[in-house]
Structures are given as structure tokens and as C-alpha cells.
């Protein structure tokens, strides 16, 4: 099964706000980055 750009993008993004509403400060930081990460493969997929 081949995930696309844009699936990853989604999957990623929904990760960073699972990590998101979990809260400690390096979750913050990785929940931002999977959050713009996704973002960009999302933008990319479409």
C-alpha cells in the first residue's frame, strides 16, 4: 500500500495535534514541527 504526500501530510498533522494536547514543553516543540512539516506535505500534495 502506497501512502501519498497528501495522506502522510494528514496523518502527520493529526499526530502533532495528538502530541499537541498531551502538553510538555518538548512535546510542544515536536507537535509544531510535525504540525508545519505536514503542512508543507499537504500544500505539496495538492
Known amino acids: 500500500m502506497e501512502v501519498s504526500g497528501l495522506m502522510m ?14 502538553p510538555k514543553i518538548i512535546n510542544y516543540l515536536i507537535g509544531i514541527y510535525l504540525i508545519i512539516v505536514g503542512a508543507i506535505a499537504i500544500l ?3
Open 9 to 22: 501530510g494528514v496523518i502527520t498533522v493529526a499526530f502533532g495535534v495528538i502530541i499537541m494536547v498531551f
Open 44 to 46: 505539496q500534495g495538492l
